[in-house]
């Protein structure tokens, strides 16, 4: 009997090639991610290094809604436009020189217009130029764990060292999802008015298909049309990532049934998993761990190398205030059984841990994280990647905030 998977996959790519011919299909990239556990449901060309074009925004819209948090910008706070901003090429606001601008204005204008004299606004708002902006836009990409994303501008305008891939960018997406709740629902702004006009959002799929609540398209020669877009149905949120469309319809349809095939999937994945967390995890509660040691002591065999446990047990052990979240359930026997396997896949790595099965409650529901806590950051991040060799998603739990400081992939 025919593999329905292996059926479902070919079907996506026949789809992809019809789409996407010639040219096209060389810079051709797509991604399907759950949004709570970061893992790949579907992927083509995941990895390959390609233009992102105005995706590039998402980054820059991550940057301002952070420096919005930390104060270090207000919305009603208004910015000047320097010359380089004028100077930027459409699509764009017509902003002009010496005039000024809102941010509040101005990330509604990359929103919707993909306002390329706006990104420039905002990044000259946050560092002394465009070009010290962008190193720290990819600063912020290998926090995040886009380990094949760097930035060159603010706008995602061509420049040939500006690369990102498939997979990055839905982490990027997840990122922006959980980060920055607060502000996300702005991304399914449909029409912005500014100064007598009326801007439409490129990205179509806003109000025309179930769920979908952003995130940010992109177009440049180089890179045809590109698209994040994110759709939520029941308890589950996806993440959908498409690289080289040969037109805006051609790549919405495939994008389409991409999600819908993600949707389908990930329904028989987790049939139990709990609606999708509105922010990130809470602190850590080590005080309230519910198992000081794993139940299940294992045996030290062969994880990579030899010599490999012993190594990253070795970093692992520090101040003990950080901690590594294997998966969110809606019961806590589900949590633990989580947290076994991690422990069996891990060859004894885990053996310095505390089981920390956490309950927190989202629009009145339980659910329970599973987490296990005790190491330092390096420690937590080797646990991770060698749980993910396993296939095993891994999120990285920070001391101070409790946040999830990386969205883990699975490959």
Same mark, same amino acid.
């Given at each position: 009997m025919i593999n329905k998977a292996l059926l479902s996959t070919l079907a996506l790519i026949l789809l992809a090639a019809t789409l996407f011919p010639g040219d096209s299909l060389a810079r051709y990239a797509s991604v399907v991610m759950d949004s709570r556990t970061g893992q790949v449901i579907y992927s083509r060309n995941a990895d390959k290094k390609l233009y992102p074009a105005s995706l590039t925004k998402i980054m820059t819209l991550?940057?301002?809604?952070?420096?919005?948090? !930390?104060? /270090?910008?207000?919305?009603?706070?208004?910015?000047?436009?320097?010359?380089? @901003?004028e100077g930027q090429a459409p699509t764009k606001l017509g902003l002009k020189r010496g005039g000024r601008i809102s941010v509040r204005d101005a990330v509604f204008g990359l929103i919707t217009k993909s306002a390329n004299d706006a990104a420039t606004v905002l990044a000259e708002a946050m560092a002394p130029t465009e070009a010290a902006f962008a190193r720290k836009m990819t600063e912020k990409a290998r926090k995040?764990?886009?380990?094949?994303?760097?930035?060159?501008?603010?706008?995602?305008?061509?420049? !040939?060292? /500006?690369?990102?891939?498939?997979?990055?960018?839905?982490?990027?997406?997840? @990122?922006?999802?959980?980060?920055?709740?607060?502000?996300?629902?702005?991304?399914?702004?449909?029409?912005?008015?500014y100064k007598g006009k009326a801007y439409k959002n490129h990205n179509n799929l806003l109000g025309k298909y179930k769920g979908a609540d952003g995130i940010k398209t992109g177009y440049i020669r180089a890179s045809g049309f590109n698209l994040v877009a994110s759709a939520k149905r029941g308890r589950n949120r996806l993440i959908g990532v498409v690289f080289g469309g040969r037109s805006a319809k051609s790549r919405d349809r495939h994008m389409k049934k991409l999600l819908d095939k993600g949707f389908t999937k990930?329904?028989?994945?987790?049939?139990?998993?709990?609606?999708?967390?509105t922010t990130r995890p809470l602190r850590i509660a080590l005080g309230t761990s519910h198992q000081s040691k794993p139940a299940v002591q294992i045996a030290r065999s062969n994880i990579d190398t030899p010599g490999t446990v012993a190594a990253i047990k070795k970093t692992a052990i520090g101040e003990g205030s950080w901690g590594i979240q294997v998966g969110a359930f809606s019961r806590a026997d589900k949590a633990r059984s989580q947290l076994n396997k991690a422990n069996r896949l891990s060859n004894g790595l885990l053996d310095n841990g505390q089981f920390n099965i956490q309950r927190v409650t989202q629009n009145g529901t339980a659910i329970y994280r599973a987490q296990m806590v005790g190491f330092n950051e390096q420690g937590a991040r080797n646990l991770c990647k060698a749980l993910e060799r396993k296939s095993m998603t891994c999120f990285v739990v920070s001391a101070g905030t409790g946040n999830l400081v990386r969205v883990a992939d699975r490959n």
């Amino acid at each position: 009997m025919i593999n329905k998977a292996l059926l479902s996959t070919l079907a996506l790519i026949l789809l992809a090639a019809t789409l996407f011919p010639g040219d096209s299909l060389a810079r051709y990239a797509s991604v399907v991610m759950d949004s709570r556990t970061g893992q790949v449901i579907y992927s083509r060309n995941a990895d390959k290094k390609l233009y992102p074009a105005s995706l590039t925004k998402i980054m820059t819209l991550y940057m301002t809604f952070e420096a919005l948090d !930390r104060g /270090q910008l207000r919305f009603d706070q208004m910015l000047s436009v320097s010359k380089r @901003a004028e100077g930027q090429a459409p699509t764009k606001l017509g902003l002009k020189r010496g005039g000024r601008i809102s941010v509040r204005d101005a990330v509604f204008g990359l929103i919707t217009k993909s306002a390329n004299d706006a990104a420039t606004v905002l990044a000259e708002a946050m560092a002394p130029t465009e070009a010290a902006f962008a190193r720290k836009m990819t600063e912020k990409a290998r926090k995040l764990g886009m380990q094949r994303t760097s930035f060159r501008n603010a706008s995602g305008l061509p420049n !040939r060292r /500006q690369k990102s891939t498939a997979r990055d960018m839905a982490i990027l997406g997840a @990122a922006m999802i959980h980060d920055f709740p607060h502000y996300y629902n702005y991304l399914s702004l449909q029409k912005f008015d500014y100064k007598g006009k009326a801007y439409k959002n490129h990205n179509n799929l806003l109000g025309k298909y179930k769920g979908a609540d952003g995130i940010k398209t992109g177009y440049i020669r180089a890179s045809g049309f590109n698209l994040v877009a994110s759709a939520k149905r029941g308890r589950n949120r996806l993440i959908g990532v498409v690289f080289g469309g040969r037109s805006a319809k051609s790549r919405d349809r495939h994008m389409k049934k991409l999600l819908d095939k993600g949707f389908t999937k990930i329904e028989t994945i987790y049939p139990t998993t709990i609606p999708t967390p509105t922010t990130r995890p809470l602190r850590i509660a080590l005080g309230t761990s519910h198992q000081s040691k794993p139940a299940v002591q294992i045996a030290r065999s062969n994880i990579d190398t030899p010599g490999t446990v012993a190594a990253i047990k070795k970093t692992a052990i520090g101040e003990g205030s950080w901690g590594i979240q294997v998966g969110a359930f809606s019961r806590a026997d589900k949590a633990r059984s989580q947290l076994n396997k991690a422990n069996r896949l891990s060859n004894g790595l885990l053996d310095n841990g505390q089981f920390n099965i956490q309950r927190v409650t989202q629009n009145g529901t339980a659910i329970y994280r599973a987490q296990m806590v005790g190491f330092n950051e390096q420690g937590a991040r080797n646990l991770c990647k060698a749980l993910e060799r396993k296939s095993m998603t891994c999120f990285v739990v920070s001391a101070g905030t409790g946040n999830l400081v990386r969205v883990a992939d699975r490959n």
